[in-house]
């Protein structure tokens, strides 16, 4: 099979999973049960809900970073701690 073709279970074009291709992990079929009750009850707090997940990956994926350099692994845990409430601050005053 070429690399640049899709493999046979994904055809060219889907965006997501058939229901019995999704994970049966409990916790994600608890969440995947909770987010489609928002949605179906009240959309915009499924949007909200969605706003918050972005959120908490943005200052996630802007704490990695922050990790990784020099100024955060000189720094005493005290500062490191400041350091990183920084960093959420300033991804949420982008946001």
Known sequence: MDIDQDPPSQPIGRKR???AE????KNTVKARKRIK????GDPVAAKVEK????DQGAITYAKRKLVKTLEYTQASSTNQ????QQSAAEVILKR
């Open 17 to 19: 999973k058939l229901e």
């Open 81 to 84: 701690a400041q350091l990183v």
């Open 37 to 40: 009750s928002l949605e179906e």
């Open 22 to 25: 999704l994970s049966t992990n």
């Open 51 to 54: 706003a918050k997940a972005a």
